[in-house]
Nanobody, 126 residues
Framework: QVQLVESGGGWVQAGASLRLSCAASGRDFSRYAVGWFRQAPGKERELLAAASWSGGNTYYADSVKGRFTISRDNSKNTAYLQMISLKPEDTAVYYC???????????????????WGQGTQVTVSS
């Protein structure tokens, strides 16, 4: 399996910025698409953003489009989620995930991912 470890979460005020990191182990990380998810208390897990193996193809949920940016550095086996203009409704546990994606359709991007990190807490106060 591929191991994924998120970091960079914290407790910030509305309007602040955070950059989450996802450090991956294993040789195959660069061959996998990567996604960022979040889950707030009492809510379902939500896909926020995804990037193809090269980073050339991306997906963003409407809730974060224009505020969050996904990127990856395959030479460092690391993916990132840059978050700006944070809102209280962004409060959640944030997870990174990885898995093979054969193409870049909405059905494929939103299909299950194979590997998951442990999550990092983001709390945004008003």
């Amino acid at each position: 399996q591929v191991q994924l470890v998120e970091s960079g979460g914290g407790w910030v005020q509305a309007g602040a910025s955070l950059r989450l990191s996802c450090a991956a182990s294993g040789r195959d990380f660069s061959r996998y698409a990567v996604g960022w998810f979040r889950q707030a208390p009492g809510k379902e897990r939500e896909l926020l953003a995804a990037a193809s193996w090269s980073g050339g193809n991306t997906y963003y949920a409407d809730s974060v489009k224009g505020r969050f940016t996904i990127s990856r550095d395959n030479s460092k086996n690391t993916a990132y989620l840059q978050m700006i203009s944070l809102k209280p409704e962004d409060t959640a546990v944030y997870y990174c995930a990885a898995g093979p994606k054969m193409d870049w359709t909405i059905e494929t991007v939103t299909s299950p991912y194979d590997y998951w990190g442990q999550g990092t807490q983001v709390t945004v106060s008003s």
